[in-house]
């Protein structure tokens, strides 16, 4: 939607059509439509706000757009309750069962994100974030415990080799067997 | 595979040396007729040529080069089934070389409790006097 149409915003109005017929005849890609579906302003008046919900399909009851100024950008496209697709009954008989949606339901404003082949957040989880970041850190915590209490520890006995340095042979080291010297 | 932990366990860790540690003592005590010193058989500049690892650089290095050479007798993929006699010989000086490094450590501990002996003694007569 973003960056859509600047050609349109260019030229006078009457000329909108005359776009889309050059495109056409050229044979190039369909002509845009999307700005044909773009939401419009933030409703003010009373009036504005009846004839939104209804462009929308819902009641005025239910029609609340974002608040103004917000960053969702949405203009007078309803602030929807947002129920992911993957936590719709996948045992009601929707009218559009790939989707979980009945027919002109309207759609939340990221639906697309919440499909479910994208992103779901998660239903009765086991545990909330704090506890998870408690468990690692506790976790963590007694590693690092152990470790300082063990490590240098003269009192705690190390599982180890019995052997000494390694000898490698340098300028002023002298290193013996256990052979007898030769006399 | 537990008996170093518990002998440290039973006798005490002042008198078990340390994994990897130097001997303390005199390296002579106790040898009335001496010990034979190590002694490096190739020189520095060979064991460079050869491109020894540095690990590889101890008291068995001849042992190392003999093996480096036959290796590059073959070719790459017959490596592994030549050179027997030699990877064997390296095998041997480096368990040669364990066992002296093994036998270094119990010599240190055995010390150990000979001094701690010493000490007892020295400090039972100082109490008597």
Known sequence: MAGLVKLSKLTPAASKAAFSTM????????????????PGPYPETEDERVQAAK??????????????G??????DYPDMTLVPEAHRDPFYAWDCPEYRRDYGEPLHESFD????TRYTPPKNDAFTWGQRVQTMFMLFGTFLGLIL???DNTWIPKIQQPVSAIQTPKAGDVHYTFEPADK | MGATWTREFWEGPEVTPKQYSKPTFDPLLGFPEGRK????TVSAEEMEAVQLTPFEKNYCAEAHIAAKVCQWKYPWFLNGFNCH?????????????????????ERERRLRIRQKKIDAANAAEDMDE
């Open chain 1, 113 to 116: 994100m919440y499909r479910e």
């Open chain 2, 37 to 40: 010193p190590r002694v490096m």
């Open chain 2, 85 to 105: 006699h030699e990877r064997h010989a390296v095998d041997e000086c480096l368990h040669q070389d364990y066992i002296i490094r093994m036998k270094e450590w």
């Open chain 1, 149 to 151: 209490i063990c490590e």
């Open chain 1, 55 to 68: 462009k929308y399909g819902l009641c005025i009851e239910d029609y609340k757009p974002y608040p103004k």
């Open chain 1, 23 to 38: 495109t056409a005849r050229m044979g190039a890609s369909p002509a845009p439509w999307n700005y044909l579906w773009k």
């Open chain 1, 70 to 75: 917000s960053d969702v950008m949405a203009g």
